[in-house]
Nanobody
Framework: QVQLVESGGGLVQAGGSLRLACAASGRTFRNYGMGWFRQAPGKEREFVAAISWSGGNALYADSVKGRFTISRDNAKNMAYLQMNNLKPEDTAVYYC?????????????????WGQGTQVTVSS
């Protein structure tokens, strides 16, 4: 079983930055790929970013490309999402997810485990 706990969300003004963190426990973190998704009120959960088990490959949604950076620290069992130049449309609950395949996917169905989410609110 894999447990994922997100942190780092909050309220920020447009143009500001936040760094989300995802702490993983329960299995060998370095073996699985990680992803970040988000869900705004009344909308479907959408892909944000994903990273392979080694950190050597990453994938981003077009809406965040150039503003967000996904990373991981396998020694600390942590994944991160650095979010810069935030916009009001980035407001959502952000979830981290783990896939035991070690790869990285842009679809939620590719992931085996999910965290509870952390709220990010960007004011205009």
């Amino acid at each position: 079983q894999v447990q994922l706990v997100e942190s780092g969300g909050g309220l920020v003004q447009a143009g500001g930055s936040l760094r989300l963190a995802c702490a993983a426990s329960g299995r060998t973190f370095r073996n699985y790929g990680m992803g970040w998704f988000r869900q705004a009120p009344g909308k479907e959960r959408e892909f944000v970013a994903a990273i392979s088990w080694s950190g050597g490959n990453a994938l981003y949604a077009d809406s965040v490309k150039g503003r967000f950076t996904i990373s991981r620290d396998n020694a600390k069992n942590m994944a991160y999402l650095q979010m810069n130049n935030l916009k009001p449309e980035d407001t959502a609950v952000y979830y981290c997810a783990a896939t035991l395949s070690g790869s990285y996917y842009a679809v939620a169905s590719g992931y085996n485990y999910w965290g509870q989410g952390t709220q990010v609110t960007v004011s205009s």
